[in-house]
């Protein structure tokens, strides 16, 4: 049986009604910040709970023009995770600024009683990253950025839906990032992200900035990027959208359907499930023993496991400038020796799930 990893041609394989609003719009000529845009913008505004959002044309953009929003700089430190996708440092590096790394825990966020000792007088940001679903803790972290006057934005690009107490991921501070990658749970066909604020001022310049700081099309107010979403990837958004719930649903249905095998298996330990956290499952990750012959078990009976990630960022040749060395973040070490992926989208079906659960128990009863 073949348990593939990307679900996406299934979840565009009956869009009739999609093509027929692609095709009403191209007859518009409306490109470039157009209707469609708006409309998406405040559907997404009103999913995550803020009263403003604005369309970037990616994740990585979104965490980088917050940040440059508050004013982040060259030689400026911004603390953020030591186990997360690249885009997160790489917005931070693009503005000059420095990434301060904090360990994780075993949610694969940030550890949030280790923020403190790392703040310095040159600290201007903390990007906490909620990372495969899961959401960092907030409610900590939020004390520590009033005590030290530290703004925040939140990296909320796996996490669309995720909630502590029922409060979304992406309102926790003034600035939620937000990916629509094609493997997100909400995505726009292409790369394409969107920030989330409801703080006016700062929906004021981040529309300037992502749009070359024009005014108009002849008054240039401030110097910006180009970095706006696609008017037809937002009539791709808005098709979507309305399915948001069901799909951070299903996604938790599957994960907990897992759970409760998978975590009968001594050789596999699952990872906090904390409550009031609402986990959306971007990836579904657990610890593996033997996880690298795991990971080739799998791979061979057709299952498509992956590692996320199997080198920490503060390990990548990229960040040799840092001087780190291994062992300087033990837990993110850690997980990136025992963390295996399984597919969890919410196009798998009962029988593809069950042989994941069945070649998994298989592998630790021939060892």
Same mark, same amino acid.
């Given at each position: ?37 708006? /409309?998406?913008?405040?559907? &997404?505004?009103?999913?995550?709970? $803020? ?32 186990? $997360?996708?690249?885009? $997160? ?10 990434? =301060? &790394? ?28 909620? &990372? ?16 030290? /006057? ?7 690009? *796996? ?40 703080? +006016? ?13 024009? =005014? ?28 948001? +719930?069901?799909?951070?649903? *299903? ?26 956290? /609402? ?51 033990? =837990? ?13 989208? *919410?196009?798998?079906?009962?029988? *593809? ?7 998994? $128990?298989?592998?630790?009863? +021939?060892?």
């Amino acid at each position: 049986m073949k348990v593939r990893y990307s679900y996406l041609s299934q979840q565009f394989s009956n869009c009739d009604d999609l093509w027929r609003n692609l095709k009403n719009f191209v007859k518009t000529g409306d490109f470039t910040l157009g209707k469609e845009l708006l /409309k998406f913008e405040k559907k &997404f505004a009103k999913l995550i709970g $803020t009263k403003y959002a604005v369309g970037v044309n990616s994740g990585t953009d979104a965490i980088k023009l917050s940040l440059k929003v508050i004013g982040i700089k060259p030689g400026d430190e911004v603390i953020t995770a030591a186990n $997360t996708f690249v885009a $997160t440092v790489g917005a931070i590096c693009e503005l000059g600024a420095i990434p =301060v &790394f904090v360990d994780c825990d075993d949610s694969f966020c940030l550890d949030v009683d280790l923020v403190e000792k790392k703040i310095s007088r040159k600290t201007k940001a903390i990007v906490p990253v909620h &990372f495969t679903g899961y959401m960092t803790d907030m409610i900590k972290l939020n004390k520590i950025a009033k005590k030290y /006057k530290i703004p925040i934005v939140e990296d909320a690009c *796996q996490s669309i839906l995720a909630s502590i107490n029922k409060k979304n991921s992406g309102t926790w501070s003034d600035f939620g990032a937000f990916s629509l990658h094609p493997l997100k749970n909400i995505n726009v066909w292409s790369d394409g992200g969107i920030i989330v604020t409801s703080n +006016k001022k700062y929906y004021e310049h981040l529309k300037l900035l992502r749009n070359h700081g024009l =005014v108009d099309r002849d008054n240039v107010k401030i110097p910006g990027y180009n970095s706006r979403l696609d008017t037809f990837q937002a009539v791709v958004g808005n098709w979507l959208i309305p399915s948001a +719930k069901k799909i951070a649903d *299903q996604r938790i249905k599957n994960a907990n359907f897992y759970d409760e095998s998978l975590g009968k298996i001594k050789e596999i330990s699952i990872p906090p499930r904390i409550k009031n956290y /609402k986990i959306v499952y971007h990836l579904y990750i657990v610890f593996a023993k033997k996880r690298d012959d795991l990971l080739k078990y799998c791979l061979k009976k057709g299952i498509e496991a992956k590692i996320h990630y199997p080198i920490p960022m503060y390990r990548q040749p990229a960040m040799k400038y840092l001087k780190h060395k291994k062992g300087d973040f033990p =837990v993110s070490d850690r997980h990136t020796k025992s963390i295996i992926s399984f597919p969890c989208d *919410q196009h798998l079906s009962k029988k *593809q799930m069950n042989y994941v659960i069945k070649c998994v $128990t298989e592998f630790y009863s +021939k060892k």
